[in-house]
């Protein structure tokens, strides 16, 4: 037995220095390989801890992004879908994008953009220089809702004097001074504008028209009403589209009419998963987007949340 042996064993050596001996000299550690291969690990112990400390636990970074991205509600790319951008590859542009969304966070915050879809009826407040008292108030039922960034628009139509009336108006337009939401639905279709063909009672909302407030928390509720369209001439041939609003379309075609909108029918289309991929954004792109925005449109909400509960009390009289 060696020198070395003979003090390992008798515990001379402290534990440190066995494994530094045991470094410099390769052939002794040849020999007590069978013997010392564990006392490396206990030796270093605080080490080793402190590596799988650092292996086990996540970084803070990587930790707070996947947090982040599921606090995101998932009902966000229906109410802020403008914050998407547009899906055809060659109008997108990382850069423009990006600065695009934080014009829209700055204007957010000047101003209250509700959430409101296709066929809710809404009243905006413009700056009009021809109008007296330099502003104009128009309450109508947004049958478009369309286009992404800041050049997302919407159209209001309402019937006054007998007369169909459409007022178009840029989303993030500086000359909006108020948005507000009378009746928050949804509709069958994507868009309304057969109402332009339709009876006028479906388009008629009153000027003075008073918001009804849901309550908090409740779904948006979906109006299923079928509207009568007039006789032809028609703006556009709604025979040819898959309309679910509309309910006497089959009463003003004739047998010439539907013939040609079968031949000119896709319906395969509904199953071309390329398709549909490219007329939308992927679900990773999405979250990420709204990973970046949704502190400052959650801030936002909480904002309006207070501001309606201050519009719905009641101050009680008092009692003599």
């Known amino acids: ?48 801890s402190q590596q799988a400390s650092r292996t086990t636990n996540p970084t803070p970074g990587s930790s707070s992004g996947t947090e982040r991205k599921s606090i995101v509600p998932p009902d966000y790319r229906f109410v802020y879908r403008e914050f998407l951008p547009d899906p055809k590859l060659e ?17 957010r915050s000047n101003i209250d953009i509700p959430e409101f879809y296709v066929g809710s009826v809404l009243a905006v407040t413009s700056s009009d220089v021809h109008a007296v008292g330099k502003t104009s108030r128009f ?75 849901l309550p908090e928390g409740a779904p948006v509720p979906v109006n299923d009403v079928k509207v009568t369209l007039k006789p032809r001439p028609w703006y556009a041939r709604w025979e040819r589209h898959e309309l679910q ?13 539907q013939r040609k909108a079968k031949r000119v029918a896709t319906p395969w289309e509904r199953y071309d998963l390329m398709k549909e ?25 909480m904002t309006r949340k207070k501001m309606k509960r201050k519009r719905t009390f009641v101050k009680p009289t008092k009692l003599a």
């Not at 515990?11 to 002794?28: K, Q, T």
């Open 139 to 213: 309450v109508g039922i947004c049958i478009v809702k369309e286009k992404c960034g800041l050049r997302a628009r919407f159209i209001l139509r309402n019937v006054v004097d007998n007369q169909g009336m459409e007022v178009s108006y840029d989303m993030y337009d500086p000359t909006l001074l108020k948005v507000e939401v009378l009746r928050l639905e949804k509709r069958l279709d994507d868009h309304l504008i057969y109402l332009r063909d339709a009876l006028d009672e479906y388009s008629t909302f009153d000027l003075n028209m008073e918001p009804e407030i």
């Open 1 to 48: 037995m060696s020198i070395i042996q003979r003090k390992l064993f008798s515990g001379s050596f402290p534990l440190l220095n066995i494994v530094r001996r045991l470094e410099l000299l390769p052939s002794a550690s040849v020999a007590l390989s069978t013997k010392a291969e564990p006392l490396p690990s206990s030796g270093t112990g605080a080490g080793t």
């Open 91 to 107: 109008w997108r542009n990382p850069i423009r994008e990006k600065l695009e969304r934080l014009d829209m966070l700055d204007r």
């Open 245 to 257: 609003g509309v309910a006497n379309i089959d009463e003003h075609t004739n047998e010439k009419k």
């Open 277 to 301: 991929y490219r007329k939308t954004i992927p679900e990773e792109e999405q979250k990420e987007i709204f990973a970046e925005v949704h502190s400052q449109l959650h801030q936002l909400e």
